[in-house]
């Protein structure tokens, strides 16, 4: 599998959760762009979110999430050469 635009769109939206705060959930409104809607979705259909349009991470989605920020923190360091 690689990275391919609906992956990082998917990503995009597991970067929007407050990890930090369990009872905050995202809502994905109609007029977000067609991209960010269909990511929502497709998260939902993976169990990673309550609602198609967002809601609140289930168990395997913050556990997602916690993957995904992580790494967008590891690959956005700047490490001297």
Do not use: C, W
């Amino acid at each position: 599998m690689s990275y391919t635009p609906e992956v990082v769109a998917e990503l995009e939206i597991l970067r929007l959760f407050n990890l930090d705060n369990s009872l905050e959930g995202l809502k994905v409104h109609h007029d977000a762009g067609n991209t960010a809607i269909a990511a929502a979705q497709r998260l939902h259909s993976k169990g990673l979110t309550t609602l198609p349009d967002g809601g609140y991470l289930t168990s395997l989605g913050r556990d997602a999430a916690e993957h995904a920020q992580v790494l967008l923190t590891i690959l956005s360091e700047t490490v001297p050469a």
